[in-house]
């Protein structure tokens, strides 16, 4: 959530940015009145009780008239305290619901607009011209039947549609991903974690994922537990209730988890294949840092990402995604999104975002500077989502014989292997 003093002093500036994010504006009005009533309520409940307080000392030596006519009044008090308390209580409740339903300040560099607004800052590798090359591209879903690699008719017969089995070689494929990606974060001085696919409602709540994103979680009812979309969401409530020393800073992890998407609304998109599922693996990264430098820290992130995709030798853009294409935990975010062959265009593979203190002031994280307790920064970006990085390789890394190359980075994981050969014609 936001700091509320500064909605108290700035009220333009969260305007704006729910205006950029494409949100209702009326909440910060209804907001700031709703914060008026809570301060004012507490203000007379405190007068009130002070007064009580004060008349607890002179009735014991009242008698007569005079102490009947204070034990009347205190009564009167003590129904005035009662009202009192459940309004302050009441405004509280409404606040803080309202406050939970604003999404983080947009960074003021953010590009204004929707999802085709964003900017593109950078681009990396060449695009291959398989027309030059004398045949045409094979689509990740054709090579991974010729590999043995993915099978999704059975996927779906067991699971549903958006379900698929990794097979053989693909399976092989994701393990020496999942690793070579672990063992770059490991360098980078990461912290490799295996997190809970189960999270309580506080924690997916205190990441921001029960407000718009709600509609693509999993919710199992008996047990009020959720299925994570990432470990984004673990990660950032394994420190929840804590105070941390201002000197672990940065703190930074590496969790690698199944993550689970209901993909409410993309019902006729990416049906083919394994681009869009509802289950996949992810390794995820994750840093807890000072307030003061997570700008630096999101551009660190990125280009973590960006040595990852280049090690896999796939061309890729970095675009800065625009306000109301924004998570309501992001102030910012990085999407690096490689070139689809068969799809002619560039699809997002990883992104980074700064949180700045979004989810730490939900989630109660702080960091202790001398005397000073304050909230933190979190910042989360995707090293490596298995399904789409296999789908980017497959058809960036294609032979005319349906073979596909493997860069050097993934080879040690591979048993050495430079090439997948087809097991099926």
């Not at 729910?18 to 209702?24: C, I, K, L, N, Y």
């Not at 309520?41 to 007068?47: A, L, N, P, Q, W």
């Not at 008090?77 to 604003?102: F, G, I, M």
């Not at 289950?279 to 003061?292: G, H, L, N, R, T």
Request: aromatic content about 6%; proline content about 5%; hydrophobic content about 40%.
């Amino acid at each position: 959530m936001i700091d509320l003093r500064l909605l108290r002093e700035d009220p333009d500036r969260v305007r704006a940015s729910q205006r950029a994010r494409g949100e209702d504006v009326a909440l910060v009005d209804a907001l700031l009145s709703a914060d008026e009533r809570r301060r004012s309520s507490g203000v007379r409940f405190d007068e009130l009780r002070a007064e009580q307080r004060q008349l607890g000392k002179l009735i014991p030596k009242a008698a007569g008239d005079e102490k009947a006519e204070l034990l009347k009044k205190a009564g009167q008090l003590a129904a005035d305290v009662k009202a009192a308390d459940a309004e302050r209580d009441a405004a509280d409740a409404e606040a803080r619901e309202l406050l939970l339903q604003l999404g983080n300040l947009v960074h003021p560099d953010v590009p204004v607009g929707g999802e085709e607004d964003f900017v593109t800052l950078e681009t990396h590798g060449t695009i291959r011209d398989f027309g030059a090359e004398g045949f045409e591209p094979k689509d990740h879903l054709e090579l991974g039947t010729l590999l043995g690699a993915i099978d999704v008719e059975r996927g779906a017969k067991v699971s549903g549609s958006r379900f698929y089995f990794l097979t053989g070689v693909g399976a092989l494929l994701e393990l020496a991903l999942v690793n070579a990606a672990i063992a770059q974060a490991t360098t980078a001085g990461f912290t490799p974690m295996l997190t809970p696919a189960l999270v309580r409602p506080q924690s997916m709540a205190g990441t921001g994922f029960l407000g718009q994103a709600a509609q693509d979680v999993y919710h199992l009812d008996n047990d009020d537990l959720y299925l994570v979309g990432t470990s984004e969401v673990p990660l950032a409530a394994y420190h929840m209730d804590e105070i941390l020393d201002v000197d672990r800073l940065p703190l930074r992890y590496a969790g690698f988890s199944p993550c689970f998407r209901r993909e409410a609304g993309s019902h006729g998109k990416d049906t083919r294949g394994i681009f869009r599922v509802h289950q996949f693996d992810k390794v995820e990264m994750f840093s807890y840092v000072a307030p003061e430098d997570s700008e630096a820290e999101h551009r660190r992130l990125l280009e973590w990402e960006k040595q990852w995709l280049s090690s896999l030798e796939l061309p890729f853009r970095v675009i800065d995604v625009a306000s109301a294409d924004l998570g309501a935990s992001a102030a910012r975010k990085f999407d690096c999104e490689a070139w689809i062959p068969t799809q002619g265009k560039y699809r997002e593979l990883t992104s980074t975002s700064d949180c700045t203190e979004f989810q730490s002031r939900r989630l109660q994280i702080r960091v202790r500077d001398g005397k000073q307790v304050k909230p933190l920064a979190t910042l989360n970006g995707t090293l490596c989502a298995v399904p789409r990085t296999i789908v980017a390789i497959l058809e960036n890394h294609q032979q005319a014989d349906g073979s596909v190359y493997v860069p050097p980075v993934l080879r040690p994981y591979l048993g050495g292997r430079e090439v997948l050969e087809p097991v099926a014609k």
